[in-house]
């Protein structure tokens, strides 16, 4: 009885529906064995879900076994010569068996015979299987860029994102649930003063849920969200981004203003107000670090916080720590220096704020007109960017990474110049709200949970040193005139 080793592979749902399913194929080979009175011994089978790490697995197997067993070997049974190599490197590989290990290839669907006359006809077969198999590529890699160059996603959309199809074609809509998320994700991290740590534990307290099979945010997956342009509305092709017809998730201030954060390496992995760079070290200008102390008392375990330098065990360093409570009692002592009882002396300060402003206003309007002149040359540049993409003097990698550049730098003129417009007409406005805050401040910070405090302490103060145990900040304006007194000797009616 003959032995025969056999091969069947189907690459694409298309040649399926061709009639070349692995079923088929594998029928169609045991019925040749059996006319030919002989058994299959091995059915090497490459499936369309297969990658090309498997395929290549498979085909290696299917080789070193023939090579094997060639002694006993009746021949290597394909469907077709294209269902053997879809290359004429792999097609190479499997001649040598038939002319270096007597194994003969046997075609059942393309029958040729053993001589010259049959390589060659194998040989046209093979070479228009390669053909067919690098046109296709060439032309999925150009369908590829072109549906980019349309603003679409060529693959599987983002978290927040999801694929649909309408009218044949292959769109992304938002997902409510996880676009959701990806908003808080991005609000907290710049707004809240959250750290990747916190801000999955935060997450988690929300009740939010980052998959059903993974309810926890990954630390990893919320660094990438948070990096991700195309929460933007662009999208990633081969290493560059490009301008996308889906719906931003975030704005392009948040999106700003979390990369500095993430620029500026800001992690931390503890809930305490006035560590992770808040405060620095007046006897050397190290930051300053908490720590949380447990002691035992008739009550049960009692949680201590204290604050110290980095430095605080090296060589002469003053060993002082300071405790939480005395801190939080110097703030709410500065806060209360900034208190105003008198409602004549508040309505007059409110006065003296907004007229202040109209130079500020000044600067504003001449501030605008430089952003708009700036707008004005990144446009003439992006002009003449693409005129030389046109002529072909800049390749498709440079043309994108510029196009990219230049479209940031212009966004972000555009951010600032809004900004610009909104202080122009606010900044009166505004003033009258940072008095408003200094007059609640204390209520404020004694309700606040830590993420708010710090907040707090970013909004007044400018920067912190802690001098022995005294709290020494740099108060921002305006608040640095309430704390340090309204009336002084150069105070003048229309100015303090």
């Keep these: 009885m003959k032995q025969f080793v056999a091969l069947a592979r189907v690459s694409s749902r298309e040649q399926e529906r061709e009639g070349f399913s692995l079923d088929i194929q594998e029928d169609a080979l045991k019925r040749h064995a059996e006319q030919q009175g002989g058994v299959i011994l091995r059915m090497f089978k490459i499936a369309e879900t297969a990658s ?36 004429l490197f792999d097609f190479v590989e499997i001649e040598r068996l038939e002319s270096e290990y007597d194994v003969p290839f046997i075609c059942v669907s393309q029958p040729t015979e053993s001589n010259p006359a049959g390589r060659m006809m194998r040989r046209t077969l093979a070479n228009m299987a390669s053909f067919y198999t690098e046109q296709q590529s060439l032309d999925v890699k150009e369908g590829l860029a072109r549906r980019v160059r349309e603003g679409w996603f060529v693959g599987k959309a983002p978290y927040g994102y999801i694929n649909v199809r309408r009218e044949g074609r292959g769109l992304v809509d938002i997902d409510p649930d996880t676009a959701d998320n990806v908003r808080r994700i991005f609000h907290l991290f710049a707004y809240a003063n959250h750290t990747l740590d916190t801000l999955v534990e935060k997450l988690c307290e929300e009740g939010r849920q980052f998959r059903p099979s993974t309810p926890k945010f990954p630390r ?33 201030a948040t ?35 908490g720590e949380i102390k447990t002691k035992s008392t008739k009550a049960g375990p009692r949680q201590y916080i204290y604050y110290r330098c980095v430095y605080y065990t090296k060589g002469d360093h003053p060993r002082i720590r300071v405790p939480e409570a005395e801190l939080d009692r110097q703030v709410l002592a500065i806060f209360d220096k900034m208190r105003i009882e ?7 300060f409110r006065m ?19 952003l708009t002149r700036q707008e004005s040359l990144l446009v003439a540049q992006q002009d003449r960017l693409l005129d030389m993409r046109l002529r072909e003097e800049l390749d498709e990698a440079s043309f994108a990474k510029k196009r990219t550049e230049l ?15 909104r202080s122009h007409d606010e ?16 209520q404020k910070w004694l309700t606040a949970d830590c993420f708010e405090k710090r907040r707090i302490l970013e909004i007044v103060f400018l920067n912190c040193t802690l001098d022995d145990v005294s709290l020494c900040p740099t108060i921002r304006k305006p608040f640095d005139v309430l704390a340090k007194g309204l009336i002084s000797e150069n105070s003048r009616d229309d100015r303090i």
């Design 52 to 87: 090309k790490s498997d395929e290549r697995k498979t085909f290696r197997e299917l080789i070193a076994y023939t090579k094997k067993h060639c002694i006993e070997l009746d021949g290597l049974l394909v469907y077709k010569v294209d269902r053997a190599a879809r290359n």
């Design 220 to 252: 990893s997956s919320v660094h990438n969200i948070l990096k991700d342009r195309a929460y933007i509305g662009e999208l990633e092709y081969r290493g560059q981004w490009y301008p996308g017809k889906h719906k931003p998730l975030v704005d392009r």
């Design 255 to 289: 999106w700003n203003r979390v990369q500095g954060l993430l620029g500026g390496h800001i992690y931390q992995s503890h809930e305490l107000t006035y560590a992770g760079q808040r405060l620095v070290c007046g006897h050397c200008g190290h930051p300053i670090t």
């Design 342 to 348: 008198d409602e004549a002396v508040r309505d007059w």
């Design 352 to 370: 003296v704020l907004a007229s202040q402003t109209k130079d500020s206003q000044a600067e504003s309007r001449a501030e605008r007109a430089e």
């Design 407 to 421: 479209r940031d730098r212009l966004a972000s003129i555009k951010l600032q110049r809004d900004a610009v417009d």
């Design 427 to 442: 900044t009166a406005d505004l003033a009258s709200r940072v008095f408003e805050l200094s007059q609640t401040l204390s």
